[in-house]
Nanobody
C-alpha cells in the first residue's frame, strides 16, 4: 500500500510560481511512475504531467509545457511539480498519483494510488 501526501499549494498572483511536493510512503517508490493531475471546479480531472520510474522521463500536457517541471528525489521518496508563469486558468486542486510503470501515464484510471490533493489558486 502506498500513501501519497501533497503539499505546497496556496494562493499566488498570475505570473508567480509555486512548487508542489508529493511525499510517498510504502511501496517501492523508485519503480513508480508518478503523475500529477488537476481538477478545476465543475470540470473533469485532467493530466498535468508525469515522470517515469524507470528512467525519470517526463511528460507534460500541452497546456503546461514550458511552464511546469516535474522532478523526483527517490532518496526522499518525493516528487515535485515546479509551476512557473502561473495563469488564472491553472487554478485547481492538484493531485499526485502513482502507478507501477504500466504506461498510459496520461490516463487517471491507470494509476493505483492517489493523494488527497492540494489547492492552487492563481489570482489575476
Amino acid at each position: 500500500q502506498v500513501q501519497l501526501v501533497e503539499s505546497g499549494g496556496g494562493l499566488v498572483q498570475a505570473g508567480g510560481s509555486l512548487r508542489l511536493s508529493c511525499a510517498a510512503s510504502g511501496g517501492t517508490f523508485s519503480s513508480y511512475t508518478m503523475g500529477w493531475f488537476r481538477q478545476a471546479p465543475g470540470k473533469e480531472r485532467v493530466f498535468v504531467g508525469a515522470i517515469s520510474g524507470s528512467d525519470s522521463r517526463t511528460y507534460y500536457a500541452d497546456s503546461v509545457k514550458g511552464r511546469f517541471t516535474i522532478s523526483r528525489d527517490n532518496a526522499k521518496r518525493t516528487v515535485y511539480l515546479q509551476m512557473n508563469s502561473l495563469k488564472p486558468e491553472d487554478t485547481a486542486v492538484y493531485s499526485c498519483a502513482a502507478q507501477g510503470d504500466r504506461g498510459w501515464y496520461y490516463i487517471a484510471r491507470f494509476y493505483d494510488y492517489w493523494g488527497q490533493g492540494t489547492q492552487v489558486t492563481v489570482s489575476s
